[in-house]
């Protein structure tokens, strides 16, 4: 239905986009993410987001790092060139896929059926020997590999294709498992012993609290976005918001990381855990620099809280302004309210 209903939305314009960017700035964030098909897609409306994410390279204030949803080795390395030579504030990251559906779809690949939908146990989208090629070529082309793996049977099919990477000579901080929601215990084991990291979603608890327990059952509950569990075991864990899914106010995740919306509270983290969570996690999976020192990147946030304060006060908390490379990017800007 998304592909119908976005073939009638006009293209976005490069304006629309470094508008965009500039009200990621004003909640606090000096670099993204930013995940595009090299054909049309649901976000950008008619044609391809990454040539509209290219057009607008020159007006963007933060950094974008552009990971590549594509289907072929030639057409990874023909965006990655392109990325290349856009200049701006754009760089390739690598290759983005999926392996799975959602939990709010039932499409997630689940080891289990659903409690609330016992007829199935949600789909696998991933093709391991594919999966193997595009990730190398990847890895050749300076990118990193980014596959989106929901349930727990997804996950685990994912960390097998990673580990066989990992066997190949392929550093696995270049591998990272994008939500790793539902994880069966020996796979939160695997991820700190392979070192592949978990880019995690704590704004999902917040907006699944009402269904999450009635579609998993309260055994699987036990392991879902299980935080705690992954830093104990050793895995690097990044911070995301998945916006436009979910808001993306780093704060309002950094919240969640901590106090989990209620739900299975033993898997939360605690304030400086949940900082880095969003801060050297976050830039370490984007292949940034996460130091502060001497001649770092001035790349900073100013609030008008101290960012360890409880949960509830980072929910109001606000961005007074956001620097990157020492310039002044964003302040307060009412026209960007509709992202609150």
Partial sequence: ASAAVS???????????????????????????GIVSTAGGCWAGPGSELDALISAAPELPIDVGVLVIAHTPDDLTRAAERIGDAGGRLRFLG??????????????AMHEP?????????????????????ALASVRLGGRVAIHAIGDAANGAVLDVMEDLIGDGVDPALLRVEHASVLTADDITRFGRLGVTACVQPAFLASETSWLEKRLGPERMSRTYPFRSLLDAGAPIAGSSDCPVEPPHPLWGIAAARDRAGLVPEEALDADEAFALFTTGAATAMGADAGLSPGSPADLVVLDTDPRSAPDELRT?????????????ATPD???AWIA
């Fill in 317 to 329: 908390a606000r961005v007074l302004a956001t620097y990157v490379d020492g310039e002044r990017v």
């Fill in 114 to 134: 659903f409690s609330d939908r016992p007829d199935t146990r949600g789909t696998h989208r991933l093709d391991p020997a594919w999966a193997r090629d595009m």
């Fill in 95 to 108: 290759w983005k896929a999926f392996s799975d559906g959602s939990l709010g779809g039932h499409t997630a």
């Fill in 7 to 33: 073939a009638l939305a006009p293209p976005v314009t490069p304006g629309q986009l470094a508008a965009a960017a500039s009200a990621l700035a004003a909640v606090g964030l000096t670099g993204v993410g």
């Fill in 334 to 336: 009412p026209a960007a």
